[in-house]
Nanobody, 123 residues
């Protein structure tokens, strides 16, 4: 059973930091791919960062150098550390898990299961 519960969202000033957490069921956390997505008001859901269980992390251009995705295997928890936040980072952030890779990687939105989301507001 895939269960993903996000926490850590909130309101911050531009330049501030937040650290999101995603508590996952054992089944979800065993997934080869985990990721964070976000959806701003009036926009579609977009990928933010992925982490492959064996090969590591990838980031989209707008967050490269500011966000860090990580996994804590002792707690079955996925994290997203966000620094130097900008107003355009305002969105609902979703944790996601997928049990397979596409072309060896974790990019794309196909096949991901999502949590309920946590709101991040930067203003």
């Amino acid at each position: 059973h895939v269960q993903l519960v996000e926490s850590g969202g909130g309101s911050v000033r531009p330049g501030g930091s937040l650290k999101l957490a995603c508590s996952a069921s054992r089944y979800a956390y065993s997934s080869i791919c985990m990721a964070w997505f976000r959806q701003a008001p009036g926009a579609g859901r977009e990928g933010v960062a992925t982490i492959h269980r064996d090969t590591g992390a990838t980031y989209t251009g707008p967050v490269q150098g500011r966000f860090t995705i990580s996994r804590d295997n002792t707690k079955n928890t996925l994290y997203l550390e966000m620094n130097n936040l900008k107003p355009e980072d305002t969105a609902m952030y979703y944790c996601a898990a997928r049990s397979y890779t596409v072309l060896g990687g974790c990019e794309g939105s196909q096949g991901y299961a999502y949590g309920q989301g946590t709101q991040v507001t930067v203003s």
